[in-house]
């Protein structure tokens, strides 16, 4: 009879561990919504385990209870209602619940664009933008530095423009964001630059931050024997879609889309 109490007592002590971290946690909790699976449990009533999804209107069905809106409740916040109306109602005594989301289909986020692995992907707890995108696999080769977020602000969209490269080299991850439910994240293929002419590998090549027309040329695998750079010309668009054709210098900066074409040389 001993060992049964203090075997009863040690799962109690567990058992409010439990709740206790679990409350602890609450601050990074996602909130509950439409479509989310929850196993609910009740310490000492396993007949009362129950396995419900939360409806569209945010309710679930618990037994005694009827249905309970729990929409926009942390887990928590829902485990303490439902303790509160098991209680109110003289059903149990001190009840002691915990929720296990088995999935939160509410809390998605969407990433697109130039990661490994597009997609929807849910969130649970806090998560940053780059744990979200290392969830969809990382950037791809053809992807670039700048990541945008769009998220919703009552009736309207807030866009930013986070440059994870810079982040990344300034140690400033105050702009790894936290990621929120029905946020959009696209990764922009990174600039690219064209080459033709008189040189080793004309092509498309990836844009630099801060490339040089003479790093750009390099790039190319320098000038054929023929090729001169008294004859190199730059095709740019300018703000308003006008064609531009110049001669650059070498320290000229290449931007985004720039043509370089090399010409043949007279002599």
């Known amino acids: 009879m001993k060992t049964v109490k203090t075997l009863a007592i040690v799962i109690t002590l567990l058992w409010a561990g439990c709740v206790g971290n679990v409350v602890a946690a609450e601050a990074g909790e996602s909130a509950l919504g439409p479509g989310d699976a929850l196993r609910v449990f009740v310490y000492g009533h396993?007949?009362?385990?129950?396995?419900?999804?939360?409806?569209?209107?945010?309710?679930?069905?618990?037994?005694?209870?009827?249905?309970?809106v729990v929409d926009g409740l942390t887990p928590s916040a829902a485990?303490?209602?439902?303790?509160?109306?098991?209680?109110?109602?003289?059903?149990?005594?001190?009840?002691?619940?915990?929720?296990?989301?088995?999935?939160?289909?509410?809390?998605?986020?969407?990433?697109?664009?130039n990661v490994r692995n597009q997609g929807r992907y849910p969130i649970e707890g806090k998560r940053s933008l780059t744990e979200i995108l290392a969830m969809a696999g990382g950037v791809v080769p053809e992807g670039g530095e700048l990541v945008v977020l769009i998220r919703a602000d009552g009736n309207k969209f807030i866009k930013e423009v986070i440059d994870i490269q810079e982040m990344v080299r300034a140690g400033d991850l105050s702009q790894?964001?936290?990621?929120?439910?029905?946020?959009?994240?696209y990764v922009e293929r990174a600039p690219r630059f064209y080459i033709y002419g008189e040189v080793q590998r004309a092509g498309a090549y990836r844009l630099e931050r801060n490339m040089t027309v003479i790093q750009a040329l390099s790039v190319g695998g320098g000038l054929t024997q023929r090729g001169t750079e008294r004859g190199l010309k730059i095709q740019r668009r300018d703000t308003e879609g006008n064609l531009q054709i110049f001669a650059p210098k070498s320290s000229d900066l290449v931007q985004p889309d720039d043509v370089i074409y090399i010409k043949e040389s007279l002599f």
């Open 176 to 185: 790894d964001l936290i990621i929120q439910s029905n946020d959009f994240i």
């Open 79 to 113: 485990e303490r209602k439902i303790a509160n109306l098991l209680e109110s109602r003289d059903i149990l005594r001190k009840p002691q619940v915990m929720i296990v989301t088995a999935s939160l289909q509410s809390q998605m986020v969407s990433v697109l664009g």
């Open 46 to 68: 396993p007949d009362m385990t129950t396995e419900t999804k939360v409806s569209e209107t945010g309710k679930i069905t618990f037994p005694l209870l009827g249905e309970i």
